[in-house]
């Protein structure tokens, strides 16, 4: 793998200072969009923020400020994070509800495996497998859940409506889930794309909870097309 750098200077995040933007070449066998993706990666200053902070991802810092924003988490809370992997969300709420500390819950379910989590549950497994749900009801202290949070995405077709109905669906059926376990005021958080969140989602959200919102936490990449729909105040089943 050929691959060169460029010292022609960017502005960083945050700190006011000037990075060094990274130029990679393509290299033989390795596709435009993957170049695209390892170029981004090295210019993106919440990924070495991440490893600065000892988190496994730079989507640490969406959930991270959502909640500084509606201040969701609070200590003690049960919390299940759908879609976990590699698990920068399970860290932030297992330090926010202190479950890393003994108190409250977190539980967090993936298809791709991961590494240990101080205070996180975790489970290696589909979502969308029929046993998925069953499995986390049972693992959930008595009383259900505070909140159900997915960052889950089906992997990228090229064909934006088909990518955009399939990350629906997934909200979709994260959505359910959320009604057949959270507590009443509970709080449910999932990405969809933009485009036209799906009217069915967002009826049966306001159905079910209180108030309904859209997020776009700054930590999401300015180019994506990715969006959050948050549900406070989850009316109860019955």
């Avoid at 949070?149 to 909200?171: C, F, N």
């Avoid at 959320?178 to 969140?197: D, M």
């Amino acid at each position: 793998m050929s691959s060169k750098k460029n010292t022609s200077k960017s502005k960083s995040s945050g700190k006011g200072k000037r990075a060094l933007s990274v130029k990679v070449k393509s290299a033989k066998g390795r596709k435009l969009s993957s170049t695209r993706w390892l170029q981004r990666q090295l210019n993106d200053p919440y990924v070495q923020r991440a490893k600065d902070d000892g988190l496994r991802s730079r989507a640490a810092y969406k959930l991270t400020e959502i909640d500084d924003e509606f201040k969701l988490i609070k200590p003690g809370m049960t919390i299940v994070d759908l879609g976990a992997a590699p698990g920068g969300w399970s860290q932030i709420a297992a330090k926010r509800a202190g479950s890393m500390n003994g108190k409250g819950q977190v539980v967090g379910i993936d298809i791709s495996d991961m590494e240990p989590i101080p205070g996180v549950e975790l489970f290696h497994l589909d979502f969308m497998d029929d046993k998925a749900p069953d499995l986390l009801k049972a693992t959930l202290k008595e009383g259900g859940a505070d909140i159900v949070m997915s960052d889950m995405a089906a992997p990228s077709t090229g064909h934006k409506q088909t990518d955009h109905l399939r990350i629906i669906g997934l909200a979709e059926t994260a959505l359910e889930f959320a009604i057949e376990v959270l507590k009443p005021g509970g709080v449910f958080l999932a990405k969809v794309l933009q485009g036209g969140t799906e009217q069915e989602l967002l009826t049966r959200m306001k159905q079910n909870f209180s108030k309904t919102r859209h997020v776009k936490p700054e930590a999401s990449r300015a180019d994506s097309s990715e969006l959050y729909v948050l549900a406070t105040g989850f009316k109860g089943r019955g």
